[in-house]
């Protein structure tokens, strides 16, 4: 298979080992220089067992089009070098014959190539899977909502040109036919700070430089669109072009996304109306008058009331201001309180917070809605969501994005090491443990609710208590957080904020502002402007009873994003799980260019021990009754069915193949597989069983068809000389016999016919000359 690889020509000692279980020596300094060797000569993929490494090139590779499609489609994962089609195919295959739902967790930091990777799992399906124009459809959606998605979910970092400032999880359904014929997309926790205000050398979301830069004059003189340092919300950080991305070309791409998905053009429009109102409000800033926010600029209001269908007056009064409930004597009333000049800004960013979330959260829900089935059969899983970060300053963000990984990481641990040597022992498999570091208690550091309480209880108790300026909040919290786990080993304070000791390093947190973004809430003022809006769309995006919701308590940042993570985890936990664990090479965003300081990824990620764990244990494993299922036909025994015990039928099979002894265990419900290669033996001779059937029925059914054929010729003949042969009737039908000279009696003919070759046909006929005189003669034909 290897020469038909352009790209697998090199010396395979040059590019080190395929899989990282065959390494010699087994430490990070030989994980990393076996990463580097195939780097630098253009293999970025690498296998631990099933797990597939995948280093970011930073360029654009060779091998992703149709020909390595072809090449993986049905193939054994030893066949070719390592590739996320091989993966991708592999859990296609396994969610069609062992019928379970199938997810890949695509893990790694910010700029590593989660997002890359997603998207040539959902092109590789696309592209084998089968279907007419419906299904046909739904992939259309499902490849088209990528460039959606990332318009208005990712953005420029410090650390990634294309960083996903959102959480993905897409399921791919199929029909059990193997048809993508449906799907889902849930998004978790996206950056709204972002759309408020960036760091330097980073970017807005894609959407609003698309929109600069590729909206034609009619839409730009609509929504006054100016040049990106014109509008605060972008001129923050000081850039606006990012290399090798073609802004305008992108926004074309974007509308066409919204096309295919099925957004009405209205509500297209609408969008885009949303995007340049929330430019033109950054723009509306605030004086202190008097203790007072005062808009410095009326002028600058007209045109975002206008682009968001909302009074002028009523949008400064609502910015300006803020209705409080007061319960005094047992009566509760409402006060306007006129805001500072620091409330006033902080009021405007929530709107245009608001505004932004809740117009991505209608595109997922339109995308589902354009595809998801009223019932699931199969499904595939593809999990992208944004990297592990560490930036000079951590916010609460950070410290959100950083306890979903820290959760994906302790999914990584149970499925991956923790229960597999928990399965062996509970299978009284022969087993020596390996040492790990489980990360459960950090994540019980995070979000314990009790005994003690986690960071995030703690915080969620200061905010429901914190004072409505929310002045002195982030001191007290700090405060109440030493005092609760300062003693915790993997916690540390400092003065102006806490240390968590993360299995990816440790983070430094800054406490200033957690609490007020922790307490994310929408005030009513806002969500009453909103709703008075003259767009039916704007109102359909704040769908509020403000008479009833008063009552409860809002739901907190930190709470949703628990809740969000441990939900993700429990729809994980359902499917069969694969791997693809991201490493970024260098903080250069160039090719071949490895930087050592980035080693430390290679730790983090727990490679080391999941090489361990996978080189001393088995490498596959399987219930006798799934493994007597899908090898039965190996045998006249076990096919269609084994009468006896199950691991009896197992013991078999697997003797029926000459499998060594030493390369299986028989666990109390399951049969232990111990090298790749032994499976694979047992793959190749199930599907020789299969060719050799194949081409049994092919030949009867070939054998049945010609001599149809045969017979409806005879008919055919039959009917053309049906009443055409009175003096030889009796030929009709009459079977061929090919001698009509009776050579059988005739041994004077046979002696001199005994050197030719076998006679075919033989039989007197009459020869003219010449002169045309007759003579009579025994001939015949020779085959």
């Known amino acids: 298979q290897g020469s038909k690889y352009h790209w697998q020509s090199q010396n395979v000692k040059q590019s080190g080992v395929d899989d990282m279980v065959l390494l010699s020596k087994i430490s990070e300094d030989a994980i990393v220089e076996n990463l580097k060797k195939r780097f630098m000569d253009d293999f970025i993929f690498t296998y631990i067992g099933s797990v597939l490494i995948s280093v970011n090139p930073f360029k654009q590779m060779p091998y992703f089009t149709d020909r390595e499609i072809e090449l993986y489609q049905g193939a054994a994962q030893y066949e070719n070098p390592p ?18 739902n199938q997810c890949v967790i695509i893990s790694g930091e910010s700029g590593a190539g989660k997002t890359v990777a997603a998207k040539y799992i959902m092109g590789y399906i696309s592209k084998v899977s089968g279907g007419g124009d419906k299904v046909q459809h739904v992939k259309d959606i499902i490849l088209q909502s990528n460039p959606l998605l990332e318009a208005f979910g990712n953005a420029k970092t410090v650390r990634n040109n294309n960083s996903s400032r959102f959480g993905k999880y897409f399921e791919i359904q199929f029909s059990r ?38 909206a034609n004059p009619q839409q730009k003189e609509a929504l006054g669109i100016m040049t990106p340092d014109y509008y605060y919300y972008l001129n923050q950080s000081g850039t606006y072009k990012v290399d090798g991305t073609n802004d305008s070309k992108d926004f074309q791409e974007t509308m066409e996304a919204m096309h295919v998905i099925g957004i009405p053009v209205a509500h297209q429009a609408q969008a885009l109306q949303i995007i340049a109102g929330i430019l033109h409000l950054g723009n509306i800033s605030f004086i202190e008058a008097g203790n007072y926010g005062k808009v410095e600029s009326t002028d600058l209001l007209a045109f975002p009331a206008y682009l968001l269908g909302v009074d002028p007056t009523r949008l400064q009064d609502k910015l300006t201001s803020r ?22 800004t902080y009021t405007r960013d929530a709107l245009a917070k608001a505004l932004y979330t809740r117009l991505f959260d209608y595109l997922v829900e339109a995308i589902n809605k354009a595809i998801q089935k009223p019932h699931e059969e199969y499904s595939i899983g593809v999990l992208d969501i944004y990297g592990f970060e560490i930036f ?46 489980n990360n459960k208690v950090v994540c019980d550091l995070i979000e314990n609710k009790l005994n ?77 402007l909103m709703q008075s809006s003259e767009h039916a769309f704007i109102r359909s995006l704040f769908p509020e009873n403000l008479n009833t919701d008063k009552k409860s308590r809002p739901t907190t940042a930190s709470c949703k994003i628990k809740k969000q993570a441990n939900d993700l985890v429990n729809t994980l936990m359902k499917c069969t799980p694969h791997y693809i664990r991201c490493i970024k090479p260098n903080e250069t965003k160039r090719p071949k260019d490895w930087e050592e300081s980035r080693c430390h990824q290679v730790e983090y990620l727990g490679l080391r021990e999941n090489i361990r764990v996978r080189r001393a244990g088995y490498a596959y494993r399987r219930v006798f009754n799934k493994f007597l299922q899908r090898y039965a036909i190996l045998t006249a025994e076990t096919w269609p069915c084994w009468r006896g015990g199950e691991q009896q039928g197992v013991l078999h099979l697997l003797r029926s193949v000459n499998m060594d002894t030493d390369q299986y265990q028989m666990g109390r419900s399951k049969v232990f597989v111990k090298a790749p290669e032994s499976l694979f033996l047992l793959e190749e001779m199930r599907e020789r069983k299969f060719d050799t059937f194949a081409r049994t029925i092919q030949k009867a059914w070939r054998k049945y068809i010609a001599r149809r054929k045969y017979e409806q010729m005879r008919e055919d003949a039959s009917d053309i000389l049906y009443n055409s042969k009175e003096r030889r009737r009796n030929s009709i039908n009459r079977n061929f016999v090919g001698d009509y000279l009776g050579l059988e009696q005739r041994p004077e003919l046979r002696q001199f016919l005994a050197k030719r070759e076998r006679v075919d046909f033989a039989d007197s006929v009459n020869k003219f000359d010449r002169r045309f005189k007759v003579s009579s003669v025994n001939g015949s034909f020779c085959g």
Not at 83 to 100: F, K, V
Not at 398 to 427: D, G, P, S
């Open 323 to 344: 209705k409080m409930d007061s319960k005094w004597g047992g009566k509760s009333e409402s006060i306007d309180v006129t805001l500072n000049q620091e409330q006033a």
């Open 452 to 528: 003690p309480p986690g960071i995030m209880s703690v915080l969620d108790d200061v905010c429901a208590t914190m004072h409505a300026k929310g002045e002195g909040a982030d001191g007290t919290l700090l405060q109440k957080l030493s005092a609760a786990v300062g003693t915790h080993e993997h916690f540390n304070s400092w003065n102006s904020g806490f240390v968590i000791h993360h299995y990816a390093g440790k983070v430094s947190y800054e406490i200033n502002g957690f609490c007020e973004r922790n307490r994310d809430v929408l005030f009513t003022d806002l969500i009453e």
């Open 177 to 214: 036919g193997g048809e993508p014929d449906g799907g889902k997309i849930s998004n978790f926790l996206l950056e709204k700070s972002r759309v408020v205000s960036q760091n330097e050398n980073e970017r807005n979301f894609h959407v609003y430089y698309q929109l600069i830069e590729g």
């Open 83 to 100: 590739h996320i089609y091989a993966l991708t195919d592999n859990m296609y295959r396994n969610m069609m014959i062992d019928q379970e």
């Open 392 to 437: 000079q300053r951590n916010g609460f963000e950070q410290f959100c994005i950083n306890f979903v990984n820290e959760k994906l990481q302790q999914i990584f641990i149970e499925l991956t090491l923790k229960a597999e040597q928990e399965e062996y022992v509970q299978e009284g498999i022969k087993w020596t443990p390996i040492e790990y570091f």
